[in-house]
Structure formats: C-alpha cells, structure tokens
C-alpha cells in the first residue's frame, strides 16, 4: 500500500471516529486537508471519488448508484440545495446524499480543500458552488 493511500485512510478514520451528526462534513474536510489532501473530486453516478493529495493521488470506487444505460437527470439547483441542507443538519447518510444529488442532476463534484468550497456540476456544465465553514470557526 503506497504513502498516499495509508495517509488518506488514517486521516478518514481519524474524521470518521470524531466526526459530528451536525457539521460532519466541514470538519471531515479539514481533517483531510490537514492530512495533505488538496482535491477530491466525485463523479456521480459512478461513485469514484479521486483524491489529490500530497504524497500522490489516489483514487476510490465506491458501489456505483445506477447501472446500465440511465437517461441523465437534468440539473435541478432547488433540489440539490435541499439536499444539501438536509445533509448539513445531520439527517441524510452519504449515500442518500450522494442519490439525492444524482436525482437533482449531479454529474461530478469537486472539493477545493485549500479554498473551502464545493462546485457541483451538471453535465452541461451547469454550477452550483458553495463555501463551506472551517469547523469550530477558527
């Protein structure tokens, strides 16, 4: 197992086992970030997620949201900003996050760690961005 891949999985864990229900992600980001991760981009509905990180990159497949051929749901921001705050008040797991995304017409998403924010994409290049808080506001 490379430098990159044990970093990024401690750093996961160390977020996971401290993680709060409410704010969960913020704090998840930083963690990642303090651990050298710059990027992490998702690519819906396939569920891979590519991380950026300072000892190299690495990438992870996660189980893949639909299969087969699937028409592309058009970008809906209404949807997804519910999503996204039904998420941040703890009441979503990440998968149904990651479904609800896909349902509002999410193709990818990029995490900017070093710039705190998240731009969700359409696949016509449709965005959503939005700034999220450094944990503890420090």
């Given at each position: 197992?490379?430098?990159?891949?044990?970093?990024?999985?401690?750093?996961?864990?160390?977020?996971?086992?401290?993680?709060?229900?409410?704010?969960?992600?913020?704090?998840?980001?930083?963690?990642?970030?303090?651990?050298?991760?710059?990027?992490?981009?998702?690519?819906?509905?396939?569920?891979?997620?590519?991380?950026?990180?300072?000892?190299?990159?690495v990438v992870?497949?996660?189980?893949?949201?639909?299969?087969?051929?699937?028409?592309?749901?058009s970008f809906?921001?209404?949807?997804?900003?519910?999503?996204?705050?039904?998420?941040?008040?703890?009441?979503?797991?990440?998968?149904?996050?990651?479904?609800?995304?896909?349902?509002?017409?999410?193709?990818?998403?990029?995490?900017?760690?070093?710039?705190?924010?998240?731009?969700?994409?359409?696949?016509?290049?449709?965005?959503?961005?939005?700034?999220?808080?450094?944990?503890?506001?420090?």
């Open positions: 197992m490379s430098k990159a891949i044990e970093n990024l999985k401690a750093a996961q864990q160390r977020a996971m086992s401290n993680r709060p229900k409410v704010g969960g992600f913020p704090y998840l980001a930083d963690t990642l970030r303090r651990a050298g991760v710059t990027r992490n981009v998702w690519f819906l509905p396939a569920c891979e997620s590519l991380y950026l990180t300072e000892d190299g990159p992870v497949q996660g189980t893949p949201l639909v299969s087969g051929a699937v028409d592309v749901p809906d921001e209404h949807a997804l900003v519910k999503a996204l705050r039904i998420d941040q008040r703890g009441e979503s797991s990440f998968p149904e996050f990651l479904a609800a995304s896909w349902r509002a017409g999410v193709v990818r998403y990029d995490v900017d760690l070093m710039a705190r924010t998240v731009t969700y994409y359409g696949c016509h290049d449709e965005k959503y961005v939005e700034e999220y808080p450094v944990p503890g506001g420090q």
